[in-house]
């Protein structure tokens, strides 16, 4: 009797497995407890490959934006939206920031933009600049009161990787400023900063970034510090489980500053465009600002639908 050969197993499927069983770390924690060991299960039997992980990395993004309501009560659904919004945010900040270096920092911009059309622009600069600030205080007002809050929690209960993650807003951008600044002041030899009254036309953005905003690792490595800084709050909100008027307040708050921060975005869309339009080089490149236009859409699209669900659920029955 023939013993039954052993299935060999398909070339890159034990790293696609591994793959798409990480990948189930982006799912929300309550999704996870709920479905994990299912679809563990799943992937074991019948295999992954990059068509599953895409799938699984989608459907996380989806579970974050709209996350099930048998699977959370109020409080948990509005930390659950608190965390999904502070990294949207953030995201959102790093844009209007990365929006500003390269616009309303750079003198000479304004300099080569005369005429009455440009006054659009300018009124897009106003508006954006009070969006922004206005963000920044309902996120101040909203979060500050929580993040207090679940700092005493974690320091009551001796929680030390608890207080790690409550300090990283504070901290990593901290070390990534003066990490910043010191490579800026080392300056870079052998550049020119880009200055009017004459810019060459084959100018293009990342000789902007080169010349007169900095390295564009550096504006890469910004973008993560404020990803680790904005994740850190959100694992605290799942491991302390904060509850009462402080949460209800700061998810109010997340969704005045998504809003703050859309009308923000939205004006520099509008600036964005006048610059293509009517702009010198390097702005008249299509493709940055094409990025920037999906990237902004997105992202705002995501805060706003995890923000109204967090405010919904503040308005839920207690017993809901």
């Known amino acids: 009797m023939s013993a039954t050969p052993t299935p060999t197993p398909r070339a890159g499927a034990s790293w696609a497995g591994a793959v798409a069983c990480g990948s189930l770390r982006l799912y929300p924690a309550a999704w996870r407890a709920r479905y994990g060991d ?8 019948s295999g992954a490959d990059l068509r599953t992980i895409a799938s699984l990395a989608w459907q996380a993004m989806l579970a974050r934006m709209w996350p099930s309501r048998h699977l959370y009560d109020p409080p948990a659904r509005m930390r659950a939206s608190l965390a999904t919004v502070g990294v949207a945010w953030t995201v959102l900040a790093g844009l209007a920031a990365v929006f500003a270096s390269f616009t309303q920092a750079q003198p000479w911009l304004l300099d ?59 901290v990593v951008p901290a070390v990534y400023l003066g990490a910043a600044s010191v490579i800026l002041s080392l300056g870079r030899p052998g550049t020119v900063p880009i200055q009017p009254p004459v810019v060459p036309a084959t100018t293009s953005f990342i000789d902007l970034a080169n010349h007169n905003v900095g390295p564009w690792w550096l504006i ?20 302390l489980r904060p509850g009462g008027p ?39 490149e299509g493709g940055p600002f094409a990025v920037y236009l999906l990237l902004i859409l997105a992202v705002i699209a995501a805060a706003g639908t995890s ?14």
């Open 38 to 45: 299912e679809v563990r299960a799943l992937l074991e039997d």
């Open 112 to 170: 080569n933009l005369t005429g009455p059309r440009h006054l659009v622009i300018q009124w897009s600069y106003w508006v954006f600049d009070a969006a922004a600030g206005a963000s920044l205080l309902a996120v101040a007002a909203g979060g500050v009161p929580l993040w207090l809050l679940m700092l005493r929690q974690a320091h009551r209960q001796h929680r030390s990787r608890e207080i790690a993650w409550l300090l990283a807003p504070a």
């Open 220 to 239: 890469v490595l910004g973008f993560a510090a404020g990803l680790i800084a904005a994740a850190g709050p959100g694992r605290a909100l799942h491991s």
């Open 246 to 284: 402080c949460v209800t307040l700061a998810a109010r708050g997340a969704g005045l500053a998504v809003a703050a921060m859309g009308l923000a975005g939205a004006a520099s869309i509008v600036a964005a465009v006048g610059l293509h339009s009517w702009g010198v080089p390097p702005y008249r």
């Open 307 to 320: 923000a109204a669900r967090g405010i919904r659920a503040a308005r839920a029955p207690a017993g809901a």
